[in-house]
Structures are given as structure tokens and as C-alpha cells.
């Protein structure tokens, strides 16, 4: 699986880029703040329709602009796909891939896989259960078509469900609607919490051997997850906790409240984990997304590096390096000597300067 090209009109700080990329090591660099986390962006809006940074749409626009294009081309199991989007400001994306337009966003999902890494993930260990859900997420998204389907009927109940919640306090005689909105919460985030155990489970038997690896055999690393409701039991605690959620307008229990727990050894990473130690889980995890995204659609992913190398020591640099292998990686970064003094083959090679790619 290989992005052939990438084309943006009015994307962020670029009136104008096309790029064709080598199936192999693509190294974007130049000094900070000049647009080249934008072109890795523009790729995973391309595959996913959502930015890494949770940016919203308007935000992806060129200022001044209405609206922004992004078009790239994919080629998977010999097969080209010319994926058109167009973001607009106050108005859902319009997808078409091969020409054809596509009814719903969901549909794009499983063309083209890409695992995005960037400095912040280093710190997925230590942020908030929102960065660790979102995580988990946009992996799935990726992989589970059923998944997203489920997920988003989820998020539209639990909308649905709140701003019931708080109408009551002014409306009591809308409690009657209450009971519908509870059984598809329960229906729809079931089958969610249903989704990130099984994912859970799989990653696990992977990122633990890595981990082993990356830390010399001396650390074994567990991930858990720590739904807030189990899975049987989102109807219990959402019955139980009825009069709180209507006392506070908010839904207690449910996926939106999931979380997830690393452990180095027995202990909680996050809260006894050194920095190095929270740093080397991070990296574990991304690389076992890949392999999850491998041993799940029999093809690689497509890796995005921006400016990670320089957030690692040699040793992590080396691992990460070597795991790159036969996977097409787009790396962004602010010189090149880390490359040239690690013998890396430069492939193909883009030097940005404020929105212009040479």
C-alpha cells in the first residue's frame, strides 16, 4: 500500500502543492513553522477524514479561502485509487473516490491505512483518557468499518440523550422519551466497548513483545482497558444512574468515559513510569499499531513521522528505524543530518520553505 501523489489547492498555509512520493523513505524538511506537518495532515485527512490535531474543517482552510481540495492517488494490491476531497467551511466534506462520490464519509475508510506519529503521541501515557480514547478510535475507525458505524450512532444518542437530560429540568413531562434514548445508548456503546476490548486483546499480544525488545527484556508492558461500565452492564448503570444524569445534564456511563491503563512490571506507567519509561511505551504502542494494521488487512500501513526522531534518543531512533522496513514512511524534520549520520537512504527528499516545497 503506497500514496503515488499528493495534490492540495487553498489546505492550510499551501495555495498550491503536488508532490509524487517514493514507495520507500520520504524525508520533508525545513525550518519550523514553514508547512510541513500540514502535507502529513492533508495525507491523513485523505484516509481518514480526520485531522491528527482534532482540527475542524474550517480550521484545514487556507485563510482568506472558502474552501480547500485535497487529492491523492493510492495504489493498493496493484490497484490505483484517485481520492478526491473537498473541505468546505460550514458544510459536510464532499468525497469521491475513482470519480464516484461517496454518500457517506464512512465508506473511505479501509482504502488506505495510515499510522500517524508525532511528538504529542509521546505523551499519549501521561495526558487525559480523551487522547487515549481518541487513540483507540482512530485506529479501529481504520480497521472496522462496523465499528465506525457504531461509534458514530453512539455519539449522536449521547448528544440526543444530554440535551434531553437538561430539557427535563424545564420540561419534566419529557422524561416520558427518556426510556428510547436509553436503549440505543445501551445498543450502540455495547457494541463499542465490545470493539476496543477485542482491540485491546490483540494489541496486547503484540506491544508486549516489542516492548521486550525496545527495553532489553527487562520490562513487560500490559495494556488494559477500563471501560466505565463493563460489557453486560451498560443497562444496569445507566438505569441506576438515571436521577444523577438528570441532576447533572450529563450521561455518567458509557464509552465517552472509557480509558486506558499501561503497566510496566505491575506498575501504573502514567503514574510511577519515568519519563524514558512513558516515552518507550509510546513508541511501543505506535509500533505495534503497525502490526496490528498489518496482520489485520495483510498489507502495510502507510507510517507518518513528523518530527519524532528528534524526540528520541539513538537507541529508540535505531528500533524505529529498523521497524520502517518495507513500509512506505513520509518523515518530516528540520535538517537531515540525523538521517545521513544514521546512513538512512534518502529516497526522495522536499525541502519546505513557508509553503512552497522544492
Known sequence: MIVKSINLKDYRNYELLNIELSDKTNIIYGDNAQGKTNILESMYVGATTKSHRGSKDKELIRFGCDEAHIKMIVCR???D???????????????AVNGIPLKRSVELFGIVNMVFFSPEDLNIIKDGPAERRRFMDMELSQLDKVYVFNLMQYNKVLMQRNKLLKDIAFRPDSMDTLDVWDMQLVRYGEEVIKGRTEFVIKLND????IHSKLSGGREELKIEYLPSADSGELGSCTASSRDKDIRFGATAYGPHKDDIIFYINGNDVRKYGSQGQQRTAALSLKLAEIELVRQTINDTPILLLDDVLSELDENRQNFLMESMGDIQTV????????????????????????????
Do not use: P, W
Not at 81 to 95: L, S, T
Not at 206 to 209: A, E, F, G, P, Q
Not at 333 to 347: M, P, V
Open 77 to 79: 494490491n496493484d490497484i
Open 206 to 209: 503484540i506491544v508486549s513483545r
Open 331 to 358: 518523515v518530516t524534520c528540520t535538517g537531515l543530518e540525523e538521517f545521513i549520520n544514521n546512513r538512512i537512504s534518502l529516497d526522495k527528499v522536499f525541502k519546505v520553505v513557508n509553503g512552497h516545497v522544492y
Open 81 to 95: 485509487y484517485r481520492i478526491d476531497m473537498h473541505i468546505k467551511k460550514n458544510k459536510a466534506k464532499g468525497i
